[in-house]
């Protein structure tokens, strides 16, 4: 699998990451916690289709926080995740951050997924807490902007663009589309939509998969009947994972590029010996340059946490993301509020 990071670049990267933690540290009125702890609530996909993802976030985050919890905490508090399973279910999400809320968390931390923030983020903006950085592009989460929501990644609009621009840039003008039938692959597939019509070009034909489900049967059918020559998909892993198998067995031969959501190393698990021809767009810095110093601090967090830890750009993003709100928390004085 050819990994490409072509979606930020490290300066646009840096001053994301300094302009999040400095809004952080400017949110204020908050109820007290423990006197010893800073609470974090996530619901994240830890079992389900998306499972490897959530829990490649979940523990990137943690690396950071042990990481900072062995060095004192922030202010001498420690920071503690706690995560709740949603299966990649907005429902399930929605009722999961009903019991975060009413745990009196800090902040609602590292949510997965498109539909899942969605469902959650009106939740934080009504509590007044913030809803830091989601594992997720879609522009609905963006605009209008709003004080209580504070992202790290790219949009899909962004990364998108410069997909199309990648591919483009090669001579090829016919690309397709499969994306999940809800509102992240449609966010996908606008972006997409987007950049091609700034080029006077449209997507040669587009198929759907639903959340949580591996049915892509008619979507290969459309999409290769109408020989393109790339395939953006904008989906889970397992479901992209599923549509390029298919693919190449009715004969298509032409690539495949993914966002970054469906999980690099997740897309890559799962197709093994068949990952030629799949590329996936990067948002975050690589876990393997060490050239790097995000990627060696990171790169000693997983050698400390020893047997079961994993450098990926999943795992990546969970602990740039945690890095961020260190940050803010520590921006925000002896004593951090909302």
Known sequence: MNWENIAV???RRQFALSSAASLLAASTDVRAQADNKIILGQSAPLTGPAAQLGLQFQQGAKLCFDQINAQGGVGKRLIEL??????YEPDRCAENTRKLIAQDVFALFGYVGTPTSEVALPQAIKAKIPFMAPCTGAMVLRDPFNRYAFHVRASYNDETALIVKQLTSQGLKKIAVFYQNDSYGKAGLDGVTLAMGALRLQPVASGTVERNSVDVAQAVSTIVASMPEAVVQVGAYKA????????RKAGYGGLFYNVSFVGTQALSDELGKEAAGVVVSQVMPS?????RLITREFQQAVKAAGKGASANYSSMEGYV???VVVEGLKRAGARPSR
């Open 9 to 11: 670049q490290l300066n």
């Open 82 to 87: 706690q995560t709740l399973d949603d299966g």
């Open 240 to 247: 992209c994972a599923a549509f390029i198998r298919q693919a």
């Open 287 to 291: 876990p393997y340059d060490a050239s």
């Open 321 to 323: 993301a945690a890095r």
